[in-house]
């Protein structure tokens, strides 16, 4: 995508997260919840949890954009998943899928296969999970996914992308940002943020804040995936190991400023 | 409320709870439990969360105190609210609720007003909220109150105050602490301390602690309050960004002394 | 024990983890599943969190281990955790029953009851969970437990042993591991763990990665022990508080080598 200066939009989205403070719902899996919330207020958004059918509906109207993680199932969880998602579309929201594990257990598959039919704006997830949604079964053993496995996931995203008229992101070393038909890459980070639980969970509700805040949902995810990379890095420069890092990354987060997002964002 | 030193009995109800570390049952929300647990723990106080309906009665009246927060509410939790906090009014213990946003759905503001039917010993919340129990609307915008719907607020809180027999405690930059007849101004914070998620409902669960140990519930919030503000600024002043300020918070609350406390505390 | 160099197997053990990243399968409560999952990363090991009773199954045959943890109880969630806990059995996997609270209500008492029936392989609790898990009332206030208590502890551990050929690990000031014939003392650690929430239930997952890779639960769990109390001991030398001490516990745990960790764990 030439003729685009990515990393000055990355950082003229972020001021206008900043600025605008979109309010983001999310229904998210119980392990991710306090670091998402913190990396969204980190961020300069607000962050809102709810997962009650009873409220999710006017809450995902209320807010700038959602996002839905099946990390941690619970079986009265999913009706008001698909309540939210039906209701965030029908209102134009952008809303954001992270089919976190779809492909540990066959009921996350299906639960995931069934929110992908309401029309997510982005799907977030880690080469296995793109390729499970896909139908195909990654060879990743421990989170470490080989190269091949790397290489189909990207072909699976572009595929799942078209089907569904949807942005798909895939994280790993670099990350893979795609509508089907534009792709962009997103290089950067530090193996040690591997080691932080949730992380994923917490950039899929950053996405969504970027989403709220930028027409282009590739541009808005390619921003977010740039955002959270550049802050890992700079937190990982001085960590001691992952308990520091964590920390370190939301005061990063917080005080990213402009240049050096222009400086070190990677997007092409 | 002249002739009182605030200061210092806010310093003598923090040895009190350091002393006899009062079991605080909390039925909180989702997000809030980490932080909640670890801020009664740095304060002394030991912490036990528990919300199935077949033990909240047996923990209610064994505990010191209770707290309930309605954040993330799930279906079968909302029962389970009602009989810990009738249990708990039965047998005399005092009893905090945190609306969290029952300003937000028409759900959560039917739920945090059937919990008010059940006879809160104190009811803290921000001004948005407070508005919305007394049935009012607040024009807050991502959390950043007008002056007048803080002013709004503190006359809500009064007559909420005396319609329940309870006390109101509402926080913003300066918290008012009010029971309709008496009222206690606590100022003093840090603005970061907005940018990291629970805050609010840890401050709640640490009233919980200090109703616990304190008779007149106005003095208790008041200096719960004012713990919070000063371990909070003081954790602020060095804090890189919200990530060490949480760190910081909670090393500073286990180990603020009396002297700081007095010396720091602005109650009047 | 004699013949056997303690800290120089729990420097394998730990290698061993660390070369496997066995896969956890976590049933735990609500306030400790984000310190569970990072305790695991930072050792090396691979968390997966899921309580839905629709996906335990599959999910605990394919992981490594399995830990259940009663601190928070939903009632959907206990069947979930008979199903996960029959299936580990059957599948020769490893699993641990953490009793959190059982001594406080009765619910809790018969739920952990129940579960004990099912064989797990390890029960990791403190003295009063232990013996209330042995029908004995411990006299404990606050956490903190009388020499009596914790000798009554001991007893109750290898009588619960014996009883249902499993191991029992009692932990307190030092920590007991008993087979019901052979027992092993882990020492070390530091009293501001005990402000830190849910590390003993991060503890009980990080047993289930050792006993993924040490055939010997007795030894897994000493193993284990011992890792938590040297990296604590080393992360409280330079915490100011229990918010910087939970960060350097991370930070210690994740970089612990195999020569400080001989050095300084006590087994015997």
């Not at 409220?55 to 199932?73: D, F, K, P, Q």
């Not at 039906?86 to 899928?97: D, N, Q, S």
């Not at 937190?235 to 400086?263: M, Q």
Request: include cysteine; proline fraction near 4%; charged fraction near 20%.
């Amino acid at each position: 995508m030439p003729g685009i200066d990515h990393p000055a939009a990355a950082a003229e989205s972020l001021a206008r997260v900043r600025g605008s403070r979109p309010l983001v719902h999310s229904i998210t899996n119980l392990v991710a919840m306090d670091l998402s919330a913190n990396v969204l207020l980190a961020l300069g958004a607000s962050p809102a949890m709810a997962h009650a059918e009873a409220e999710v509906a006017e809450l995902a109207r209320r807010a700038a954009a959602l996002m839905i993680n099946i990390g941690t199932l619970s079986p009265d969880w999913v009706p008001a998943m698909h309540r939210a998602a039906t209701v965030a579309r029908a209102a134009g929201r952008p809303w954001v899928l992270d089919p976190v594990g779809c492909a540990a257990t066959r009921h996350r598959g299906a639960v995931a296969k069934e929110l992908l039919w309401l029309g997510p704006t982005l799907i977030r997830g880690n080469a296995s999970e793109i390729l499970a949604l896909a139908g195909r079964r990654a060879d990743a053993t421990h989170g470490v996914e080989a190269g091949d496995t790397v290489e189909a996931a990207r072909e699976a995203a572009a595929q799942i992308a078209r089907a569904n008229g949807c942005v798909v992101g895939v994280t790993g070393e670099t990350d893979l940002v795609t509508d089907g038909r534009r792709s962009l890459e997103v290089a950067g980070g530090h193996p040690m943020l591997t080691r932080i639980t949730a992380l994923g969970c917490a950039l899929s509700a950053a996405c969504a804040a970027f989403l709220a805040v930028e027409a282009d949902p590739l541009m808005a995810t390619a921003h977010a995936f740039a955002v959270l990379k550049v802050a890992g890095a700079r937190a990982a420069a001085g960590a001691a190991g992952p308990g520091s890092l964590r920390v370190r990354l939301l005061d990063e987060i917080y005080g990213l400023d402009a240049a050096a997002l222009r400086a070190a964002a990677r997007i092409r």
